[in-house]
């Protein structure tokens, strides 16, 4: 029976990734009052929102071979300190431009801790049972977690000023950081391993130009030449990183590992079942303020049985994956995903209770695909490379995301245009604007006359919600794509107890 203190170190790594994963979503709700009170210009909004996860995303490598080198519980309180005084920074910010200086070095210190979280995971629980079953927790509240940034949000905005969304992490750090100090085993890195610093700004400096390329593909009116330099640039330090990764000694990335069914798949899987989540949660969330008009805070709480269903999910999945083994959970949790991203894609307009009993089934399912993707990933490296295994599981989280917000919004945007061309008369209106976006028509119905206004609103809403329906579509179809992938892969993965037929 694995100690109860053990169990303890679990919740105090789990509260430092709740509190990462929720900085992630947490401006949501709070950008629109912090860009009032800070005067911030739109280039400014969105390099508060966007410079986090670019950093973030470049850094991971780098900083879970770091860890393999010079200790995970070293690199856990290090980044969990930065984390508590640029979250104080934050919430004090006197202006945007010290605001985004803030959020970056956030960036650095949840870069540091979230690797170092998961090998602590590793390391420290040593039966197959319960390890499993703490992975499944990690995994419930880094893919549930995210889901409750907008909630939270939402409530503090209710009774406190914008900086609350960054104070509130200060009294959570300082309680984590001591009990962490006390009670995180201090496993000894292997000093011999060489960290590659040349590699990591390789590879830091290609993951932030592509996921920077990738996000400016889902603005609304893109920089097709910054993206373009940001594509070439990207490709070309990823690909100076592999070459070096070749040729190394002590490779910061084992190549290897890709060449393996089982981890490729895992890898896959956590790709799309993340921009799965994401980029469904994006044009549903919009959806049900724009479509629905619903507030942000009331948003925020129709949502919440994704996140509550993907919390659940995350232990039930640890506990049976000792059981079923790794192929046949990921194959069934990412088919029941698809089946259950279809399931709500037929009942978006049914009676609310269908819908809350559908959107938890769909936070079920993908938080258990999410999970045993975790595990497949951790568990097909050794303990002394349990960071860079962690490394590669975040950066596949960190990616699908941004894939998922890029996929969904431009095939929204796109399905919308062609729609409202299609429904809107030109005697209604031939304001250019109107076929752009559903914000931007609502804009226009509020110039028309009564009639107008209703007839507008009701067309735009309608086209916004062919974009919808097509972005469900398609992710159901991903989600059955990465099942199908699983299953024609024939080899074992770890964790398997036996041979099943499917």
Same mark, same amino acid.
């Given at each position: 029976?694995?100690?109860?203190? $053990?169990?303890?170190?679990?919740?105090?790594?789990? =509260?430092?990734?709740?509190?990462?994963?929720?900085?992630?979503?947490?401006?949501?709700?709070?950008?629109?009052?912090?860009?009032?009170?800070?005067?911030? @210009?739109?280039?400014?909004?969105?390099?508060?929102? *966007?410079?986090?996860?670019?950093?973030?995303?470049?850094?991971?490598?780098?900083?879970?071979?770091?860890?393999?080198?010079?200790? $995970?519980?070293?690199?856990?309180?290090?980044?969990?300190?930065?984390?508590?005084?640029? @979250?104080?920074?934050?919430?004090?910010?006197?202006?945007? @431009?010290?605001?985004?200086?803030?959020?970056?070095?956030?960036? /650095?210190?949840?870069?540091?801790?979230?690797?170092?979280?998961?090998?602590?995971?590793?390391?420290?629980?040593?039966?197959?049972?319960?390890?499993?079953?703490?992975?499944?927790?990690?995994?419930?509240?880094?893919?549930?977690?995210?889901?409750?940034?907008?909630?939270?949000?939402?409530?503090?905005?209710?009774?406190?000023?914008?900086?609350?969304?960054?104070?509130? *992490?200060?009294?959570?750090?300082?309680?984590?950081?001591?009990?962490?100090? %006390?009670?995180?085993?201090? $496993?000894?890195?292997?000093?011999?391993?060489?960290?590659?610093?040349?590699?990591?700004?390789?590879?830091?400096?290609?993951?932030?130009?592509?996921?920077?390329?990738?996000?400016?593909?889902?603005?609304?009116?893109?920089?097709?030449?910054?993206?373009?330099?940001?594509?070439?640039?990207?490709?070309?330090?990823?690909?100076?990183?592999?070459?070096?990764?070749?040729?190394?000694?002590?490779?910061?990335?084992?190549?290897?590992?890709?060449?393996?069914?089982?981890?490729? *798949?895992? /890898?896959?899987?956590?790709? /799309?079942?993340?921009?799965?989540?994401?980029?469904?949660?994006?044009?549903?969330?919009?959806?049900?303020?724009?479509? +629905?008009?619903?507030?942000?805070?009331?948003?925020?709480?129709?949502?919440?049985?994704?996140? #509550?269903?993907?919390?659940?999910?995350?232990?039930?999945?640890?506990?049976? !994956?000792?059981?079923?083994? *790794?192929?046949?959970?990921?194959?069934?949790?990412? #088919?029941?995903?698809?089946?259950?991203?279809?399931?709500?894609?037929? #009942?978006?307009?049914?009676?609310?209770?269908?819908?809350?009993?559908?959107?938890?089934?769909?936070?079920?399912?993908?938080?258990?695909?999410?999970?045993?993707?975790?595990?497949?990933?951790?568990?097909? %490296?050794?303990?002394?490379?349990?960071?860079?295994?962690?490394?590669?599981?975040?950066?596949?989280?960190? +990616?699908?995301?941004?894939?998922?917000?890029?996929?969904?919004?431009?095939?929204?945007?796109?399905?919308?245009?062609?729609?409202?061309?299609?429904?809107?008369?030109?005697?209604?209106?031939?304001?250019?604007?109107?076929?752009?976006?559903?914000?931007?028509?609502?804009? /226009?119905?509020?110039?028309? =006359?009564?009639?107008?206004?209703?007839?507008?609103?009701?067309?735009?809403?309608?086209?916004?919600?062919?974009?919808?329906?097509?972005?469900?579509?398609?992710?159901?179809?991903?989600?059955?794509?990465?099942? !199908?992938?699983?299953?024609?892969?024939?080899?074992?993965?770890?964790?398997?107890?036996?041979? $099943?037929?499917?």
């Amino acid at each position: 029976m694995t100690p109860p203190r $053990h169990w303890l170190i679990l919740a105090i790594i789990s =509260s430092a990734l709740l509190l990462i994963v929720i900085d992630m979503t947490v401006l949501y709700t709070a950008l629109p009052t912090l860009t009032r009170e800070l005067d911030a @210009s739109a280039s400014q909004k969105l390099w508060i929102i *966007n410079i986090y996860a670019l950093i973030a995303a470049g850094l991971l490598l780098g900083m879970g071979t770091l860890g393999d080198r010079l200790g $995970h519980k070293r690199l856990f309180i290090g980044g969990l300190s930065v984390f508590g005084l640029f @979250s104080l920074i934050a919430a004090f910010a006197p202006s945007a @431009s010290v605001l985004i200086a803030a959020r970056g070095f956030l960036a /650095v210190g949840a870069a540091m801790m979230m690797p170092a979280t998961l090998a602590i995971v590793r390391l420290t629980f040593t039966d197959p049972r319960e390890q499993a079953m703490a992975f499944g927790i990690w995994a419930s509240v880094a893919s549930g977690g995210a889901a409750f940034g907008p909630v939270v949000g939402g409530l503090l905005l209710e009774h406190f000023w914008w900086g609350s969304v960054f104070l509130i *992490n200060v009294p959570i750090v300082l309680v984590a950081l001591v009990l962490g100090v %006390v009670l995180i085993p201090n $496993h000894p890195g292997d000093a011999q391993k060489r960290w590659d610093w040349l590699g990591s700004l390789q590879v830091m400096i290609g993951l932030i130009s592509l996921a920077y390329a990738v996000k400016e593909l889902g603005k609304r009116a893109p920089s097709f030449d910054a993206m373009l330099v940001a594509v070439v640039l990207g490709a070309l330090f990823l690909a100076l990183f592999i070459r070096r990764q070749r040729c190394a000694a002590q490779p910061m990335l084992d190549l290897a590992l890709f060449a393996m069914p089982g981890f490729r *798949n895992a /890898v896959i899987s956590a790709v /799309v079942s993340a921009a799965a989540l994401i980029g469904m949660e994006l044009v549903f969330s919009q959806r049900l303020q724009l479509v +629905l008009g619903m507030s942000p805070l009331e948003a925020a709480l129709f949502i919440l049985p994704l996140p #509550l269903g993907s919390f659940v999910a995350g232990p039930l999945a640890g506990y049976y !994956l000792p059981r079923l083994g *790794n192929r046949r959970m990921l194959f069934w949790t990412l #088919l029941l995903s698809s089946a259950a991203m279809l399931g709500y894609l037929l #009942l978006y307009n049914a009676a609310v209770y269908l819908q809350i009993a559908s959107l938890a089934l769909l936070g079920l399912t993908i938080g258990a695909a999410l999970t045993v993707s975790s595990s497949t990933i951790m568990l097909s %490296v050794p303990a002394n490379k349990a960071g860079m295994a962690a490394s590669i599981e975040e950066v596949s989280f960190e +990616l699908g995301g941004a894939v998922g917000v890029t996929l969904a919004g431009s095939l929204s945007s796109a399905i919308y245009a062609y729609s409202a061309g299609v429904m809107i008369p030109s005697w209604l209106t031939r304001n250019p604007t109107t076929f752009e976006s559903l914000d931007d028509a609502l804009v /226009v119905a509020e110039t028309l =006359s009564p009639e107008g206004r209703e007839m507008l609103t009701a067309f735009a809403r309608a086209a916004f919600d062919a974009g919808f329906v097509a972005v469900l579509a398609a992710a159901a179809v991903l989600l059955l794509i990465a099942a !199908l992938l699983v299953k024609l892969s024939r080899q074992a993965q770890p964790c398997e107890v036996a041979d $099943h037929p499917w």
